[in-house]
C-alpha cells in the first residue's frame, strides 16, 4: 500500500510556511502602528531610527515572498527565513529596547510551529548573540536612560543575563510543543494509513465478491485499476490521486451484486429487460457506497455511477456528458471497455489488443474524452504490459 505519511508531513509543513507569513504580514502592521506612535510622540524613536524599522518590515515581509508568490519548501529555505527573523529582531530590540521585549522570543516561538525540534534549538542559538549585540547597540545608543542599564555592568547584570534565562525558558516550552506537535503529527499519519488499508481491504473483497458474480476473473478489476492508474499518472495527478483512484476503480461494477446471476451470465443476446437491469448496476452501485466513509468508497461511489456515461451524453444516464461526467469515470470508462473487449465473456472471444484500441480511437469524442484517448495512444505499450502482467486463468471463465 502507498505511504501517505511525506504528504501529510509536507502539507503540514506548507500550511505552517502559510501561517508564518501571515503572522509577519500582521507585525509588520504593527511596525507601522509603531511609527505611528512615534509621530505623535508616544514612543521617542529617532528618525534616524526609520531606516531600521524599514529593513525590519522588508524581512518580515521575505516569508510571503518566497513562500506564497515563489512557493519556495525546502528546509534550507525555513532556516533562512528563522534566521532573518531572528536578525530583525534584534534590529527592533536595538532601536526600541523595553518597548518591544516579546520581539526578542517571537522567532523561537514562531520556529515550533514546525514540528522539528531541530528548527527551535537552531532559532534559540542564534538568537542569543543576537540577543547580546541588540543590548550592546541599544546601550552604546542609550535607548535606554535610566539605572540599572546606562552601565555596561547594568547591561551585562540586568538587560542581557536575564533575557538569555528568559529565552531558554521560551525554548524549552517551545521543545515541548514541537514534540507534542510530532506526536500528533505521527498518531494522524498511523490512523490515516490504516483507514487507507481497511478501505483498501473493503474494496479487494467486495471487487472480488463482484467478479465471481459475474464469472470474470479477478483479474479483471486489477487490470482495470492498473489501466487507471496509467491515464491519471499521464494527467499528471499526485501520486496519492493515483493511488486513490485506481483502488476506487475497483468498485466500478460492484453493482453487478444487485443483479440476477442468470442475467449477467446469459450467454445469448439480452432481452430489452435484462439489457435495462444491467443497466441499473450503475446506480445499485452508487447507492451501495454512497453512503459509505472513506474518501476512497466516494470516489468509488461517483466511478460507480459514472462510468457508463458517454462523452457525447448517450450514455446510460442519458443526462450528462463531456466535462460534466467525473474525470476519474471517463478514465475508468476507457479502462472497463477496452479490457471487456480484450478479454473472454460467457458471450463473446476476446478481440486482439489492436481491434480494441481501434474501437477506443474510433469513439475518440463520442463514448470517450478526447484526451483521455489520447493518453491511452500514448500509453498503449503500457497496457498491453498489463495485459501480460494479469492474465486471465481461462479454468475461472465460464462457458
Given at each position: 500500500?502507498?505511504?501517505?505519511?511525506?504528504?501529510?508531513?509536507?502539507?503540514?509543513?506548507?500550511?505552517?510556511?502559510?501561517?508564518?507569513?501571515?503572522?509577519?504580514?500582521?507585525?509588520?502592521?504593527?511596525?507601522?502602528?509603531?511609527?505611528?506612535?512615534?509621530?505623535?510622540?508616544?514612543?521617542?524613536?529617532?528618525?534616524?531610527?526609520?531606516?531600521?524599522?524599514?529593513?525590519?518590515?522588508?524581512?518580515?515581509?521575505?516569508?510571503?515572498?518566497?513562500?506564497?508568490?515563489?512557493?519556495?519548501?525546502?528546509?534550507?529555505?525555513?532556516?533562512?527565513?528563522?534566521?532573518?527573523?531572528?536578525?530583525?529582531?534584534?534590529?527592533?530590540?536595538?532601536?526600541?529596547?523595553?518597548?518591544?521585549?516579546?520581539?526578542?522570543v517571537f522567532p523561537v516561538v514562531v520556529s515550533c510551529l514546525y514540528y522539528d525540534i531541530g528548527s527551535v534549538i537552531y532559532t534559540t542559538a542564534v538568537s542569543i548573540p543576537v540577543m547580546v549585540v541588540s543590548h550592546l547597540t541599544a546601550f552604546s545608543l542609550k535607548i535606554v536612560p535610566d539605572e540599572p542599564l546606562v552601565t555596561i555592568t547594568g547591561v551585562w547584570l540586568y538587560g542581557i543575563v536575564p533575557r538569555v534565562l528568559e529565552l531558554i525558558a521560551i525554548s524549552i516550552i517551545c521543545i515541548s510543543i514541537t514534540g507534542k506537535f510530532?506526536?500528533?503529527?505521527?498518531?494522524?499519519?498511523?490512523?490515516?494509513?490504516?483507514?487507507?488499508?481497511?478501505?483498501?481491504?473493503?474494496?479487494?473483497?467486495?471487487?472480488?465478491?463482484?467478479?465471481?458474480?459475474?464469472?470474470?476473473?479477478?483479474?479483471?478489476?486489477?487490470?482495470?485499476?492498473?489501466?487507471?492508474?496509467?491515464?491519471?499518472?499521464?494527467?499528471?495527478?499526485?501520486?496519492?490521486?493515483?493511488?486513490?483512484?485506481?483502488?476506487?476503480?475497483?468498485?466500478?461494477?460492484?453493482?453487478?451484486?444487485?443483479?440476477?446471476?442468470?442475467?449477467?451470465?446469459?450467454?445469448?443476446?439480452?432481452?430489452?429487460?435484462?439489457?435495462?437491469?444491467?443497466?441499473?448496476?450503475?446506480?445499485?452501485?452508487?447507492?451501495?457506497?454512497?453512503?459509505?466513509?472513506?474518501?476512497?468508497?466516494?470516489?468509488?461511489?461517483?466511478?460507480?455511477?459514472?462510468?457508463?456515461?458517454?462523452?457525447?451524453?448517450?450514455?446510460?444516464?442519458?443526462?450528462?456528458?463531456?466535462?460534466?461526467?467525473?474525470?476519474?469515470?471517463?478514465?475508468?470508462?476507457?479502462?472497463?471497455?477496452?479490457?471487456?473487449?480484450?478479454?473472454?465473456?460467457?458471450?463473446?472471444?476476446?478481440?486482439?489488443?489492436?481491434?480494441?484500441?481501434?474501437?477506443?480511437?474510433?469513439?475518440?469524442?463520442?463514448?470517450?474524452?478526447?484526451?483521455?484517448?489520447?493518453?491511452?495512444?500514448?500509453?498503449?505499450?503500457?497496457?498491453?504490459?498489463?495485459?501480460?502482467?494479469?492474465?486471465?486463468?481461462?479454468?475461472?471463465?465460464?462457458?
Amino acid at each position: 500500500m502507498f505511504n501517505f505519511s511525506g504528504n501529510l508531513v509536507i502539507e503540514y509543513e506548507e500550511d505552517s510556511d502559510r501561517r508564518i507569513a501571515s503572522i509577519c504580514r500582521a507585525i509588520t502592521v504593527l511596525i507601522l502602528v509603531v511609527i505611528l506612535l512615534n509621530i505623535v510622540h508616544v514612543f521617542k524613536i529617532s528618525t534616524a531610527m526609520y531606516p531600521a524599522l524599514f529593513l525590519s518590515a522588508l524581512i518580515l515581509m521575505t516569508p510571503t515572498l518566497l513562500y506564497n508568490v515563489l512557493h519556495l519548501r525546502q528546509k534550507a529555505v525555513r532556516y533562512f527565513v528563522l534566521t532573518l527573523l531572528v536578525f530583525m529582531s534584534g534590529i527592533m530590540y536595538s532601536i526600541l529596547s523595553y518597548h518591544v521585549i516579546v520581539m526578542l522570543v517571537f522567532p523561537v516561538v514562531v520556529s515550533c510551529l514546525y514540528y522539528d525540534i531541530g528548527s527551535v534549538i537552531y532559532t534559540t542559538a542564534v538568537s542569543i548573540p543576537v540577543m547580546v549585540v541588540s543590548h550592546l547597540t541599544a546601550f552604546s545608543l542609550k535607548i535606554v536612560p535610566d539605572e540599572p542599564l546606562v552601565t555596561i555592568t547594568g547591561v551585562w547584570l540586568y538587560g542581557i543575563v536575564p533575557r538569555v534565562l528568559e529565552l531558554i525558558a521560551i525554548s524549552i516550552i517551545c521543545i515541548s510543543i514541537t514534540g507534542k506537535f510530532r506526536r500528533l503529527i505521527n498518531a494522524l499519519v498511523s490512523k490515516n494509513n490504516e483507514l487507507y488499508e481497511e478501505q483498501q481491504i473493503l474494496v479487494s473483497s467486495l471487487s472480488e465478491l463482484v467478479e465471481n458474480q459475474s464469472h470474470e476473473t479477478g483479474q479483471h478489476v486489477k487490470r482495470v485499476a492498473a489501466y487507471t492508474e496509467i491515464l491519471c499518472r499521464g494527467l499528471g495527478l499526485s501520486e496519492e490521486e493515483i493511488w486513490k483512484i485506481s483502488v476506487a476503480s475497483m468498485m466500478h461494477d460492484v453493482g453487478k451484486i444487485c443483479v440476477p446471476r442468470e442475467i449477467l451470465n446469459k450467454p445469448g443476446k439480452l432481452t430489452e429487460e435484462e439489457f435495462e437491469e444491467i443497466k441499473n448496476h450503475v446506480n445499485y452501485g452508487y447507492k451501495l457506497l454512497e453512503k459509505s466513509p472513506g474518501e476512497i468508497m466516494q470516489l468509488a461511489a461517483t466511478i460507480a455511477r459514472q462510468h457508463h456515461e458517454r462523452y457525447d451524453g448517450k450514455g446510460y444516464q442519458n443526462n450528462i456528458e463531456g466535462e460534466e461526467i467525473d474525470l476519474y469515470a471517463r478514465c475508468v470508462a476507457v479502462a472497463d471497455v477496452f479490457d471487456a473487449l480484450v478479454s473472454r465473456r460467457c458471450y463473446k472471444n476476446a478481440w486482439s489488443p489492436g481491434e480494441a484500441k481501434e474501437l477506443i480511437m474510433k469513439e475518440d469524442g463520442h463514448q470517450f474524452d478526447p484526451k483521455i484517448v489520447k493518453l491511452f495512444d500514448e500509453n498503449f505499450d503500457k497496457f498491453l504490459k498489463v495485459i501480460e502482467d494479469y492474465p486471465d486463468e481461462v479454468s475461472e471463465i465460464s462457458d
